[in-house]
């Protein structure tokens, strides 16, 4: 299909989207690697009146890493993220779960912050995000603002964004200690989608007991969520298959789950539970 008539605008800085948002007053919407907003357009599922492109604003690209958190500029691509050196280094199931979305062309032209701000139900970002308690850098008319994830994506398809706010960068904090990390997604075979896809970080005491864990569930409800029920079961427990079999149990606690063509709600909450386990298995430190 043909999209409606939109004006397009070239943003020259932060700032200047900002600005240009502001002046559109709720008509307008940003431009990144277009591969969530383009089929939107296409099926006139939006019709926004202006297009702000930002992906000239190299102030938007990169990844830096100190010794407590990486962070991704909202513009750097899945496939910059899948392959960086640093990423792999401190927190390779980010690295891990970019590797699994779509196919080259998505990875090559989709931006972690176009990701997050989408906040499309099934895409992988969110629920690593959760798992590593990142924080989005917002820019928008009163300045700069941060957000954790979990209080940026509010449902599906619905952020905290504001009218005239702009995605800067995410921050993933580096857990500390002897910990691990994994993603477990079973796609689906047509879009690659996440029909389930389950992140999760574990980090052990000097006793060999869970200290720390941190376990986000994407694909299978609503909205992305952080499995409460499966953390609140390993903490202070051996860090051994026998806990994580009964944690995973727990994996379809929270969440709103309803089926699809694809997936009933009953499959997607067995998937939960499997797909937990799973990650959690390979997150053993
Ligand atoms: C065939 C196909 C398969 C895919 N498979 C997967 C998959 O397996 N897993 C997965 O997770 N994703 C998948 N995707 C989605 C892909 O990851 C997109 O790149 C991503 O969802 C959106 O990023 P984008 O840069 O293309 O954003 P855009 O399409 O440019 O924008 C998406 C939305 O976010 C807003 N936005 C973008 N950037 C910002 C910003 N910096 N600040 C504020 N708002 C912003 C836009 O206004 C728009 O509303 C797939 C896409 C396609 C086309």
Same mark, same amino acid.
Request: some cysteine; charged content about 20%.
């Given at each position: 299909?043909?999209?409606?008539?939109?004006?397009?605008?070239?943003?020259?800085?932060? =700032?200047?989207?900002?600005?240009?948002?502001? @002046?559109?007053?709720?008509?307008?919407?940003?431009?990144?690697?277009?591969?969530?907003?383009?089929?939107?357009?296409?099926? =006139?599922?939006? &019709?926004?009146?202006?297009?702000?492109?930002?992906?000239?604003? &190299?102030?938007?690209?990169?990844? @830096?890493?100190?010794?407590?958190?990486?962070?991704?500029?909202?513009?750097?691509?899945?496939?910059?993220?899948?392959? +960086?050196?640093?990423?792999?280094?401190?927190?390779?199931?980010?690295?891990?779960?970019?590797?699994?979305?779509?196919?080259?062309?998505?990875?090559?032209?989709?931006?972690?912050?176009? +990701?997050?701000?989408?906040?499309?139900?099934? &895409?992988?970002?969110?629920?690593?995000?959760?798992?590593?308690?990142?924080?989005?850098?917002?820019?928008?008319?009163?300045?700069?603002?941060?957000?954790?994830?979990?209080?940026?994506?509010?449902?599906?398809?619905?952020?905290?964004?504001?009218?005239?706010?702009?995605?800067?960068?995410?921050?993933?904090?580096?857990?500390?200690?002897?910990?691990?990390?994994?993603?477990?997604?079973?796609?689906?075979?047509?879009?690659?989608?996440?029909?389930?896809?389950?992140?999760?970080?574990?980090?052990?005491?000097?006793?060999?007991?869970?200290?720390?864990?941190?376990?986000?569930?994407?694909?299978?409800?609503?909205?992305?969520?952080?499995?409460?029920?499966?953390?609140?079961?390993?903490?202070?427990?051996?860090?051994?298959?026998?806990?994580?079999?009964?944690?995973?149990?727990?994996?379809?606690?929270?969440? @709103?789950?309803?089926?699809?063509?694809?997936?009933?709600?009953?499959?997607?909450?067995?998937?939960?539970?499997?797909?937990? =386990?799973?990650?959690?298995?390979?997150?053993?430190?």
């Amino acid at each position: 299909m043909i999209p409606s008539a939109f004006a397009y605008e070239r943003a020259q800085s932060v =700032r200047d989207a900002v600005r240009l948002l502001e @002046s559109h007053q709720g008509e307008a919407k940003i431009l990144s690697g277009g591969h969530s907003l383009i089929p939107l357009l296409k099926l =006139r599922l939006t &019709s926004p009146s202006v297009l702000i492109d930002i992906g000239g604003l &190299s102030e938007l690209r990169g990844i @830096s890493a100190g010794e407590d958190q990486v962070v991704v500029g909202a513009l750097t691509t899945h496939a910059e993220v899948a392959n +960086s050196p640093v990423i792999k280094e401190k927190l390779p199931l980010l690295a891990e779960a970019a590797r699994q979305i779509g196919d080259l062309q998505v990875r090559n032209r989709g931006t972690v912050g176009g +990701s997050l701000a989408h906040a499309d139900p099934a &895409s992988d970002l969110p629920a690593v995000a959760l798992a590593l308690d990142a924080v989005l850098t917002l820019e928008g008319p009163d300045g700069r603002n941060e957000i954790p994830i979990g209080d940026f994506i509010l449902g599906p398809l619905l952020t905290a964004l504001g009218g005239s706010d702009v995605v800067v960068s995410i921050s993933f904090p580096i857990p500390k200690g002897r910990w691990k990390g994994a993603y477990e997604k079973y796609p689906h075979p047509a879009s690659g989608y996440a029909v389930v896809g389950v992140a999760a970080v574990l980090a052990v005491d000097g006793g060999g007991l869970i200290r720390e864990a941190r376990v986000g569930i994407t694909g299978a409800a609503d909205t992305p969520y952080r499995a409460r029920e499966v953390e609140a079961a390993l903490i202070g427990k051996p860090a051994d298959e026998e806990t994580i079999r009964q944690a995973a149990e727990q994996a379809d606690a929270e969440g @709103s789950f309803s089926g699809d063509l694809f997936a009933s709600a009953d499959y997607r909450r067995h998937l939960c539970k499997v797909y937990a =386990r799973r990650a959690l298995a390979r997150a053993l430190p």
